[in-house]
């Protein structure tokens, strides 16, 4: 059997008074990827931190192997925010954000062993070319690549991504869905993404989490993406066309 990679028991988040995510249960194995779909404000970013530990329950709790998240490091587990939440106008060149994966620092001496390690990571993500421009100057597509680089330089067991716009970037070398493929398949890494991106979820996960502030649906892609979980998670004004197309193609 596979080994459980993360397993959330009966998880309450509360801000003051309000509850942003209520009794939350489930499970995913070793090598799977997970796909968290859900309404603005239904908790999706609040439940990625909870899992990186980021935020303390007010109930329940979550294991990564075994382990609570505090007592993870990042080689354990990498994080790729969400790219609206990044300052873009900070002063440092992509080699720096993505040594910064290494050392868990800014404060650090560019070694030889270092550099080896930033180039290979970034030939991988196909961003070697602009190792020693500035963050500031890439284009979205390639600060989400550069900010993956640095969160699977340390090669974790485990990548979280909060939002990653995988359709928008095709102009780069290698495609962003081919590279989490290539973390899944060939390196053995369980990927839990929250995405806007259905079709994407629907093809490439194995297990789809329609969230909105408790779980509405579990399970595998096929079995979640119903037209009346659809309605539970996002109601009559969160129909969306694309839905009708994935499902009348699947059948
Ligand atoms: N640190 C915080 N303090 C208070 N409220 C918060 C905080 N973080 C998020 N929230 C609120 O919790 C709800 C869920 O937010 P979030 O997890 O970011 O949703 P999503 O990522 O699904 O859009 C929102 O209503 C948001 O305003
Ligand atoms: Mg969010």
Same mark, same amino acid.
Do not use: M, V
């Given at each position: 059997m596979m080994e459980v990679c993360i397993r959330i028991n009966n998880l309450t988040v509360e801000f003051g008074k309000y509850t942003v995510l209520k009794n939350i249960n489930l499970s995913i194995n070793d090598q799977e990827f997970l796909a968290i779909i859900g309404p603005n404000g239904g908790g999706k970013t609040t439940l990625i931190k909870a899992i990186l530990g980021l935020i303390e329950p007010k109930e329940g709790n979550v294991l990564i192997f075994g382990k609570k998240p505090t007592e993870l490091t990042f080689k354990d587990i990498g994080y790729v925010p969400q790219i609206k939440t990044l300052d873009r106008n900070f002063p440092a060149k992509v080699y720096e954000l993505v040594a910064t994966g290494l050392t868990g620092n800014w404060n650090f001496r560019y070694t030889k062993e270092m550099r080896r390690e930033v180039r290979e990571v970034l030939a991988f993500c196909g961003m #070697? /070319? &602009? #190792? /020693?421009?500035?963050?500031?100057? &890439?284009?979205g597509g390639e600060l989400q690549r550069v900010f993956l680089a640095r969160s699977i330089i340390r090669r974790p067991r485990v990548l979280l991504l909060d939002e990653p716009a995988t359709g928008i970037d095709t102009v780069a070398e290698t495609d962003f869905s081919l590279l989490l493929e290539t973390l899944q398949y060939q390196n053995q890494t369980t990927i839990v993404m929250v995405t806007h991106d259905w079709e994407y979820a629907f093809h490439h996960s194995t297990s789809v989490l329609l969230l909105n502030k408790s779980v509405v649906a579990f399970g595998s892609p096929k079995e979640v993406f119903s037209e009346e979980n659809i309605q539970k998670t996002f109601g009559h004004f969160g129909h969306d066309h694309k839905m009708e197309f994935i499902i009348k193609k699947n059948v």
């Open positions: #070697e /070319h &602009l #190792e /020693h421009r500035p963050i500031n100057k &890439l284009s």
